[in-house]
């Protein structure tokens, strides 16, 4: 439960750091940091990682930090290329 508000949260605060984020939804980064994190942490879980005392903290720490890892690389790959594209349909509809 604390690993995926962690996540969602960090998602949220990539959202709002990223200057493009009138091109798209509110819960996108946000999403993929939570489905990001939270299928790192079924990893985990699935490994045994939680079984052991020595390892038991990664199934909280990791998933944490590839959450927002996650939405930081979604901010970067996605945005740009929707951002060109609704341009290019913008500039297209107002020449009409």
Do not use: C, H
Request: proline share 6%; aromatic share 8%.
């Amino acid at each position: 439960m604390l690993t995926a508000a962690g996540t969602a949260a960090a998602g949220f605060i990539v959202w709002g750091a990223d200057p493009r984020r009138q091109r798209y939804g509110v819960l996108l980064l946000p999403g993929i940091s939570l489905a990001a994190g939270l299928l790192a942490w079924i990893v985990l879980q699935f490994s045994g990682t939680s079984a052991s005392l020595d390892y038991a903290w990664l199934t909280w720490a990791v998933p944490v930090a590839v959450g927002p890892a996650a939405a930081i690389a979604a901010a970067l790959v996605v945005v740009p290329p929707r951002s060109a594209r609704d341009n290019t349909e913008l500039n297209r509809i107002l020449k009409l």
